[in-house]
């Protein structure tokens, strides 16, 4: 936990959840669920496999899934599996969805894989 007014400036690198309502400049990478409370604000990168958002972020995001909470706000790019805006969240910028391997191969198209037929 980071309690309201700690002030941070660089990298933090956790391998647990963690509840941040202080604000950090930087970058923030949890192996966890990273919780951004009311009074939370992070300016800059933010990399977990699960992020709910009361607070404020502005910069990038890549994450599986992605919370915005009411009165929560996100302002940036969104690469994400999942994304959920609550009522009175709000999310300005750029979204893109993340994909695995074998869902963004392309699917063969039968038809063009026939052999040509001969026409006498």
Known sequence: MITAGALLKG???LE???FFDGRLEGTMRSKGVIT???NGVI???VKAP???V???IEGTLDVDRVEIKENGYVGGVISSKEMVIESKGI?????HRKTSEAAAKPVKDAA???PAEKKS
């Open 11 to 13: 990298e933090i690198a």
């Open 16 to 18: 647990c959840d963690v």
């Open 36 to 38: 951004v409370g009311q």
């Open 43 to 45: 300016v800059g990168e």
């Open 50 to 52: 699960h992020l709910i």
């Open 54 to 56: 009361r607070g404020r």
């Open 91 to 95: 999310f300005e910028g750029e979204s």
């Open 112 to 114: 063009a894989e026939k």
